[in-house]
């Protein structure tokens, strides 16, 4: 009896996997289901300047190149930093490269660097103000965008736009199809931004003029769009 019993249970396994196996093949797709996708989308006003300072320097030795970059941007960052205050405008420290000059039968003939600094916030005349007294660097870049309150604050009402116009679509399409209405079956909703700030733009490296060279330049924010979409699927019935 004991010699048999493994392949009895074996075998009653076996049946079972298989039972289980045909259920499911016969069971049948969902019938009656529309995918939809809707979306909407809010303008808004930017809110956060991000200006960039930065300055190049070449030269034949590479630890001359990199003093002087330093000495260029300790200068600047200890002017920023009088005006410096969170939200209104942060201070950071931005891309900092060292890379050799090659000549003929690529020997290297001397070295080449860059420094940058970022200012960002919501202050504007702050921001400017802080960037035309920084003299030991030009401005390189200039981009705006949205704070985490402003796009939240928008977001919301971008959200329920896209569910009303979802909701609006899966019922008139049920109404269409003969159907008396439809239940939720799955759903996903993702937001996104766009706007002219998001791009930087880039600015001339005599952007403060010859004549004022601690004069502020003259900034002005765009509009971004925020979109909320929504997509999924619905049973009708």
Known sequence: MNIFRPL???AALACATGAVQAQATLTPAPQNVVTLESSGTVEVQQDVLVLTLGTAKEGKDAATVQTQLRQALDTALAEVRKTAE????DVRTGNFSLS???GQN???TGWQGRAELVLEGRD???ITGAAARATTLTISRVAFDLSRE???SVEGEAQQQAIARFKEQAGR???NFGFGGYSLREVAVH???SGPGLQPRMMAMEARGASMPDAPIPVEAGKASVTVTVTGSVQMR
Do not use: D, V
Not at 86 to 89: A, I, N
């Open 100 to 102: 050799p000059r090659y």
């Open 106 to 108: 690529q020997q290297i």
């Open 150 to 152: 402003q796009r939240e």
């Open 124 to 126: 504007f005349p702050r």
């Open 8 to 10: 009895i249970t074996a």
């Open 173 to 175: 399409l049920s109404t």
């Open 191 to 193: 937001s996104s931004q």
């Open 86 to 89: 969170p939200k209104l405008m």
